[in-house]
Each structure stands twice: as structure tokens, then as C-alpha cells.
């Protein structure tokens, strides 16, 4: 049997050489040259073409390259094997890393510091505290718990919005529809770190907005369609909201035409919060492959029900 390696976006040969390291008679074959579909037993993926897993009867797992698995779900014909979704220390760092800078960068006044150089302006603005700025994330898994912790640990108070209620010292945990309006009554910079689902689909919207403190900041690095993009531009021109840091969006790569690109207080990025590495990655995927051929449980198994 044999794995299929299927990526646009990672290194292939990489991650063939990390597998091999560890299982030297793993016989990975990187798509398409995948030759017998009947002999994939396991698929090591991100963004496959539409349909593609369908076409390999004898998959027992699917991996994923990608902490969301969204994009897998919404496969017609996906397979009914376990999956699982991609749990990397350094996909972790790197977005405690993007999410760290983009609230600093918002909280010492640096997007308004850039706008004023445009216009040749010599302002000064008095520097806030991390005390004084509160930071909700939406959220409270596997990056959304390690952003929680740095950000605390500069000194900012840190609340999480999360579906079941968490213990994690110094940060205030809200949890469920109910607890919704009370987190964002308290949140000066909202970061979306869930994962995207029937349920959060849509989330940031001018309802979210409304709730949140007037002049509060967002910053979206989970999925594009968490966010209602109108109920945003709305938001920022009426100042409900600062301004913006979106790393994701309904569509990607982002179309020239659209309103976002152009806005003063948005700062856009292309989809690279945070990426992991064979480096790091492979060894969970190592044990993986053990278990799915062994029929035992994955590490990070999604529950399909759940949708994450
Ligand atoms: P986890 O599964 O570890 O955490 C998800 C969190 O969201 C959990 O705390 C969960 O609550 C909470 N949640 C899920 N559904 C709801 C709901 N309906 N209401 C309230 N809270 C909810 O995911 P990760 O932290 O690993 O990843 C989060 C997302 O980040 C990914 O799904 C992906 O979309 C995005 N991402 C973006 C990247 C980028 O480069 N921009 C890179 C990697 C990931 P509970 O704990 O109670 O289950
Ligand atoms: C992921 C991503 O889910 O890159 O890993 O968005």
C-alpha cells in the first residue's frame, strides 16, 4: 500500500524525504504521479482538486497539511475514513508570532503612524498599556490557546470565547451563544481563531460589530468566510470599528476589484499567518500513518459531526 503525498502549497520532496526518514519502506507517491489508485491507502493533503479523494477506493485515513479542514469536508464523494487535521509546533509559533505582531502593531499605533507618514504628518499620540487593551480571542484550541498565553504574558488582559468553558490560568474563558455578548462587550481587539463551521460560519458580522467597544480592532486569520466583508467595510467607515488585519477571505487569492484591497484601515496579507514544516510536522504525521494502518485511533481525529 502507499501514501499519497497532494499539496499546491508544500514541499513535496521535503516531506517525502522527513516520511522516508522515519518508515524507510514507505512507498510515497507525490500526485499526480500516483499510479494504481486502488493502492493509496493513505492520503497526506491540502486543497485537492475538487473530487479527487473519491477516486481511491482502499484509503484508510486522511491526514491533512492543514490545521482547518473546512476545505476537506466540503469534498463531494470525500471518503468515510477518520481524518486528521495538522498539528505542527511550528505552525503554532508562527501564528503566535503574526497574531503577536498584528495586535502590537495596532495597540502602539503603528497602522495610524503609517497613515500619517503618507500624508507627511508629524503626530504624536500618546502611548496606550497593555493594561488598558483588551484582547478576545475566538477560540481557545491549539493556536488560539498558545496566541492567549504570549499575549497575556505581555501584559495584556486575555479573554477566550470557546464552545465549552477552559481553564487557563490568566485567561478569562466565556463560552457558548450566551457568553458571547459579554466577551465582546470587553474586547478591544477581537482575533478569530475558530474553526470554520456551520455554526461560525458568518460570525464577524455587523451584529458581532455592534457588540464589540466602539474603535475596537479585528484581526481574522481562521477563514475568509467567517467574515460578512460588507458588514466590515460598514464597520470601519462608520469607526464601529479601527481597523483591520485579514490574513483570509471567501476568495483567494483576494480579486483586484474588491473594496478591502483599497481600504485605509485594513492591512491584508495572502493566506501566511502561520505554515507548517516537514521539519517540525512529520513526526505526528510518522505516528499517524502507525495508527491508520494499525485501525487505531488518529492523533487530532476531526469529529465530522462537529465539523472540526
Ligand atoms: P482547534 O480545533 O484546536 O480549536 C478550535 C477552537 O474553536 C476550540 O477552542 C473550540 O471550542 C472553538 N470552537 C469551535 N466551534 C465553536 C463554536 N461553535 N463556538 C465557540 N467556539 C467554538 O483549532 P486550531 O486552533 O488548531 O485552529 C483554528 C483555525 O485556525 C483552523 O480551523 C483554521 O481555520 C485556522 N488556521 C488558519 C491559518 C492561517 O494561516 N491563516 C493556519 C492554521 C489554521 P472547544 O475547545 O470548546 O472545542
Ligand atoms: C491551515 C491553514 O488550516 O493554513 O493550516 O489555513
Sequence with gaps: MALMFLSPDDPAEAWRDVLLAAIPDLDVRIWPQVGDPTEIDLALVWRPPTGELARYPNLRAILSLGAGIDGLLAQ???????????????????????????????????????????????????????????????????????????????????????????????????????????????????????PLTRETAGILNAQTFAGLPRGAYLINVARGAHLVEPDLIAALDSGQLAGATLDVFSEEPLPPGNPLWGHPKVLITPHVASYSLPSTGAADVVENIRRARAGQPLLHQVDRARGY
Excluded at 500618546?126 to 481557545?140: C, E, H, S, V, Y
Excluded at 493556536?143 to 495584556?156: E, I, Q, Y
Excluded at 479573554?159 to 474586547?187: E, Y
Design 76 to 194: 463531494p464523494g470525500l471518503p468515510d475514513v477518520p481524518i486528521a487535521r495538522m498539528v505542527d509546533p511550528s505552525l503554532t509559533r508562527t501564528m503566535t508570532e503574526y497574531v503577536l505582531l498584528a495586535v502590537l502593531r495596532h495597540h502602539r499605533q503603528f497602522d495610524h503612524y503609517e497613515r500619517e507618514q503618507r500624508a507627511t504628518r508629524w503626530s504624536y499620540a500618546f502611548p496606550p498599556q497593555a493594561a488598558d487593551r483588551r484582547i478576545g480571542i475566538l477560540g481557545l484550541g491549539v493556536l488560539g490557546g498558545a496566541a492567549a498565553k504570549t499575549l497575556s504574558s505581555h501584559g495584556f488582559p486575555v479573554a477566550a470565547w470557546s464552545r465549552t468553558r477552559k481553564q487557563l490560568a490568566g485567561i478569562q474563558s466565556f463560552a457558548g451563544k450566551g457568553g458571547l455578548p459579554a466577551f465582546l462587550a470587553r474586547t478591544d481587539i477581537l482575533i478569530c481563531l475558530l
